[in-house]
């Protein structure tokens, strides 16, 4: 029997398993700026953004002190955070540039523009935000043609100067 999700359905949270929560907490809420909503001791925080009870779940219940999960193995490739606006992204940019903090990759994928970076425990994290849709690059047929090209950061950076 065939079934597709309702399209108002969403991804509510993520939850990673970290080896650090100060270190962590350093990443997403002090570099990033997520709010922390909770702590659960000294082993688990939830932040989010805009108040929301939690958008990302941290804890060390399994893996505190542990290395980071081998690269060459199932598991999360990445979390996707999404800004509302393109400013938005410019501002993330200025600060992981202020902050020295290295990016593993940024591209215009023709819907979005994304700058792809590892949290401390080498989790990947692809912040961005999509394009109106109707920029999204369709072929003839209707068909979305998603493309991978270099993200042109100066046109980024520019929106803070609005």
């Given at each position: ?31 990033l700026g997520f709010e922390i909503m909770q702590r659960y001791g000294p082993s688990a925080v939830f932040v989010s953004a805009g108040g929301y009870h939690h958008h990302i779940g941290l804890n060390t ?102």
């Amino acid at each position: 029997m065939s079934y597709t999700v309702p399209a108002n359905t969403r991804i509510g949270h993520i939850h990673l398993k970290v080896s650090d929560i100060d270190r962590a907490l350093a990443f997403y809420h002090e570099l990033l700026g997520f709010e922390i909503m909770q702590r659960y001791g000294p082993s688990a925080v939830f932040v989010s953004a805009g108040g929301y009870h939690h958008h990302i779940g941290l804890n060390t219940w399994h893996s505190k002190n542990a290395p980071p999960a081998p690269v060459n193995s199932c598991g999360l490739y990445h979390t996707a955070i999404v800004y509302p606006e393109r400013r938005d992204l410019a501002v993330i940019l200025k600060r992981l540039a202020e902050a020295k903090y290295p990016l593993t990759g940024a591209a215009d994928h023709g819907v979005s523009e994304a700058l792809y970076l590892n949290d401390p425990d080498g989790n990947g994290v692809e912040l961005y935000w999509d394009k109106p849709r109707e920029q999204w690059p369709f072929d003839g047929s209707g068909n979305l043609q998603m493309i991978t090209e270099a993200l042109d950061m100066e046109s980024l950076l520019s929106e803070l100067k609005n």
